[in-house]
């Protein structure tokens, strides 16, 4: 059974810069698409960024595109999402998700970890 736990989360300003952690157990990454996604109050949840089972090409939501990075440790089994130039309106729980070569769906997820950032 995969799991996966994120950490990293925090209270920042605008402008600062945050590194969310995901440790996937169960499993290797090459096995698994790893993605973040984001719920604010309120929202729903979004798709924020991925990283392909390959490690190739990566994929981002627009509004955070030239912001945040997203990239593996094969050797640590963790995916990381890089924060920079935060905004107040990124604040959310972070949670990131797994789903395997060929599923369509991510059915692996931690359990979230709160990002606030004030103005």
């Known amino acids: 059974q995969v799991q996966l736990v994120e950490s990293g989360g925090g209270l920042v300003q605008a402008g600062d810069s945050l590194r969310l952690s995901c440790i996937v157990s169960?499993?290797?990454?090459?096995?698994?698409?790893v993605a973040w996604f984001r719920q604010a109050p309120g929202k729903e949840r979004e798709f924020v960024a991925r990283?392909?089972?390959?490690?190739?090409?990566?994929y981002f939501l627009d509004s955070v595109k030239g912001r945040f990075t997203v990239s593996r440790d094969s050797a640590k089994n963790t995916v990381y999402l890089q924060m920079n130039s935060l905004k107040p309106e990124d604040t959310a729980v972070y949670y990131c998700?797994?789903?395997?070569?060929?599923?369509?769906?991510?059915?692996?997820w931690g359990q979230g970890t709160q990002v606030t950032v004030s103005s």
């Open positions: 990283i392909p089972w390959s490690g190739g090409s990566t």
């Open positions: 998700a797994a789903r395997g070569r060929v599923a369509t769906s991510y059915n692996f």
């Open positions: 169960g499993g290797t990454l090459s096995s698994y698409t």
